[in-house]
């Protein structure tokens, strides 16, 4: 009897239990996928390294999430933790920004003072934070519209995704530093302790930034001007995503003749220009989910073009593997737009 009473009780909390699985692993899977498989950096040939970024990009997306969700925060704060993601991955997990660049064409001395790489830096922190956190969570929000407001984690679930955080970490680290750097002919490289006690540093301030901040960045609708229309939100949102990667490739033109100081003031000029005008934008009166949705899809257009211009040199099986996995994404955000149109039809068809 006793059996039988455990099972009908597990039968009965089960949906409760079970309704954020599908978010969680959404995201998990989204946020690489958008960020390394969409832009080209994950090749269908080296697909397997997909499994650790789910546990660094997915994990880290989701966890950030959690935190704006349990804080009851905006997406400034969301900002932030994506800046300290960032900045994790940057300084700590595979020391792109402070190890010497060894990539083939890289111009590895532009940019490179004080053991840090500024133009790469400079570029991954808006990168990561955009296309690893704020994107796939917005995207994922949008497919899951009844849990877009809630936390998704219990105890147990909360702890599973800091351990496989930290695992993927660690297979992150090795499999960079360790495996990949030799392999490209780069000097085995050891960080400055200095240089990782700054970026502990920074993730410490960062999160504290987006907890002092949490109750900044929430969309605050204005009456004075309408929203725009989205499919120009869309393109807005193409055009600036895909100006950012003007920065990356400044890193592979042999001797560009540009003053150093020039990218390094209109970078970040560039990005408090886009977070303005993103705030401008959503505080607008009629502001919904279409307008995300065409933000969300502009954004990763802008980081899918750029990836098509500089994949000149890939082999056959990897332009192929990149053009589905593109055509595929494409065609699941028509679908989410779908979704999303036919979602706000019947809430207007309900408020008349």
């Known amino acids: 009897m006793q059996t039988a009473s455990s099972f009908a009780d597990t039968q009965r909390q089960s949906p409760s239990a079970t309704r954020y699985r599908a978010p969680i692993w959404t995201l998990l ?27 660094v990009w997915g994990g880290g997306a989701l966890l950030a999430r959690e935190l704006v969700r349990r804080w009851r925060a905006g997406a400034t704060s969301l900002l932030c933790l994506g800046l300290a993601l960032s900045i994790a991955e940057e300084f700590i997990i595979q020391q792109t920004s402070i190890a010497p660049l060894p990539f083939p064409g890289a111009n590895a001395a532009y940019g490179r003072d004080f053991g840090v790489n500024w133009i790469y830096l400079l570029f991954m922190l808006g990168f990561e934070s955009v296309w690893v ?11 899951f519209p009844d849990r877009g407001e809630q936390p998704w984690l219990r105890k147990r679930g909360l702890i599973a995704t800091c351990l496989a955080f930290l695992v ?15 392999r490209l002919g780069a000097a085995p490289y050891h960080p400055p302790a200095i240089l990782i006690l700054v970026g502990i540093t920074s993730i410490v301030i960062l999160i504290g930034l987006a907890w002092l901040l949490r109750a900044y960045g929430h ?29 990356i490739t400044l890193i592979f033109v042999p001797h560009s003749g540009i003053a150093l100081w020039i990218p390094l003031a209109a ?4 990005a408090l220009l886009s977070f303005a005008l993103v705030r401008y934008w959503s505080g607008a009166r009629g502001w919904r989910d279409m307008h995300r949705f065409a933000l969300s899809f502009g954004a990763v257009l802008g980081c899918i073009v750029p990836g098509d211009v500089s994949s000149a040199g890939w082999t056959r099986v990897d332009l192929i593997g990149k053009f589905v996995f593109q055509f595929l994404a494409v065609l699941g955000f028509l679908m989410l737009a779908r979704k999303v149109w036919q979602q706000e039809a019947a809430n207007r068809a309900h408020c008349n």
């Open 29 to 55: 899977v989204l946020a690489p996928v958008i960020s390394e498989v969409l832009s080209g950096s994950t090749r269908l040939s080296i697909l397997f390294v997909l499994i650790p970024e789910i546990m």
């Open 133 to 143: 956190v704020l994107v796939p969570v917005q995207v994922t929000e949008l497919i």
């Open 168 to 182: 993927g970490c660690r297979i992150a680290w090795y499999g960079w530093t360790q495996q990949a750097r030799p």
């Open 219 to 247: 969309s605050g609708q204005s009456n004075s001007r309408d929203a725009a229309n989205p499919w120009l939100i869309g393109f807005k949102a193409f055009i600036f995503g895909a100006a950012w990667f003007a920065l």
């Open 267 to 270: 970078g970040p000029l560039w």
